[in-house]
């Protein structure tokens, strides 16, 4: 498993999500996504509106993981969309991402479109955290374990490490199982399940939008700190 370690980030300013889906004619039908956005049954109305809610939660310094499952569309269509995208963009590969084979011409994930792209799951690490306005305290670090798909356990789960995946479109996998923190952070999980995810003061404008890590840990309990010892 590949480990990405980040200093210091502002948890307003990192961002996770999965499903986008764009340029999914049946996410934008029969799954009635466009309707749910609130615009017309098209798939271009839909990736706009898909698009205008992340620029309007992500800012141009934010940082996004899309957890699988980004887009349907060609290889070009996927690079466009990525550059209409505020922030630095990282992608953990799901079942419908495929990196593109520039010889057979097939494939929707081209590498160097991105800040970064893993093939299977990342571990997270974010050190010298500021959860002050949590907690109390400061200088904390905190395992994330990225992986499109559901996991029952994973590293350090039972240490305090979380885990954020997609696939379920918020159909299950949505409770937390005991002592362990999981969340499917696709972004259906906001239209589906608001009770569960959806802060009192979000903006109903966005509720297709990635989950901020600020959001993501008022919603669970803090997991103990880390020490270099334990990893």
């Known amino acids: 498993m590949l480990t990405m370690e980040l200093s210091g980030v502002d948890p307003t300013k990192i961002f996770f999500t999965a499903d986008n889906h764009y340029s999914h004619s049946w996410i934008a039908h029969e799954d009635k996504r466009a309707v749910r956005l609130g615009v017309k049954p098209t798939v271009s109305e839909m990736n706009k509106e898909m698009v205008r809610q992340h620029n309007r939660v992500v800012p141009p310094d934010g940082i996004t993981f899309f957890v699988g499952d980004f887009s349907y569309a060609s290889v070009e269509e996927t690079i466009a969309i990525l550059g209409t995208l505020n922030g630095t963009k990282y992608l953990v590969m799901g079942n419908h991402d495929k990196l593109y084979d520039p010889v057979k011409k097939i494939g929707n994930v081209l590498p160097q479109a991105w800040d970064g792209v893993y093939e299977s799951r990342l571990s997270l690490l974010l050190t010298n955290l500021d959860l002050s306005d949590y907690t109390g305290s400061k200088g904390s670090e905190l395992l994330i374990v990225l992986d499109h798909f559901p996991l029952e356990e994973w590293d350090h789960a039972f240490r305090g490490a979380w885990h ?68």
């Open 164 to 231: 954020f995946h997609g696939h379920c479109h918020a159909n299950n996998c949505i409770e937390q199982p005991k002592d362990m923190v999981r969340f499917d952070v696709g972004v259906d999980s906001r239209d589906r399940v608001p009770r569960r995810y959806l802060l009192k003061e979000a903006d109903p404008l966005t509720k297709f939008s990635p989950f901020s890590l600020d959001e993501l840990i008022h919603l669970s309990v803090i997991p103990p700190n880390y020490s270099r010892e334990r990893r």
